[in-house]
């Protein structure tokens, strides 16, 4: 969840998904955010990255289908119905370990997937 009224919640609803991938793979702090904000190049990157992941969970929870989990299992080199899609959005193992945020940005970056849901 990200708290209101801070520059996480800015960036989410002021971007889109692919703005935020950019803005994450950049990893270059934007100087006029940090300094209209208040914020260190730290505070921006984790920001962005909150924003970032709760765009792809809304996402994965709009898109929880099999033409999805199977591009995610292609990705991941892994038999198909290895990974799976939680009830939050999350990319889940079997046992129940989810992929960090930067895990799934490289997912979004490689397949593009959420041009071509």
């Given at each position: ?100 945020i930067g895990q799934t940005a490289g997912f979004f970056k490689k ?7």
């Amino acid at each position: 969840m990200i708290e209101a009224n801070t520059f996480a919640e800015a960036c989410y609803n002021q971007n889109s998904l692919d703005e935020l991938l950019e803005a994450y793979f950049d990893a270059e702090a934007d100087q006029s955010d940090c300094e209209s904000w208040g914020i260190d190049e730290q505070k921006w990157m984790d920001s962005i990255e909150k924003a970032m992941g709760e765009k792809m969970r809304e996402f994965f929870c709009e898109n929880n289908n099999s033409k999805i989990h199977s591009m995610i299992n292609s990705w991941a080199k892994k038999p198909e119905g290895y990974l799976s899609i939680d009830e939050e959005g999350d990319i889940v193992s079997p046992s129940g370990a989810a992929m960090t945020i930067g895990q799934t940005a490289g997912f979004f970056k490689k397949t593009e997937a959420h041009k071509k849901a």
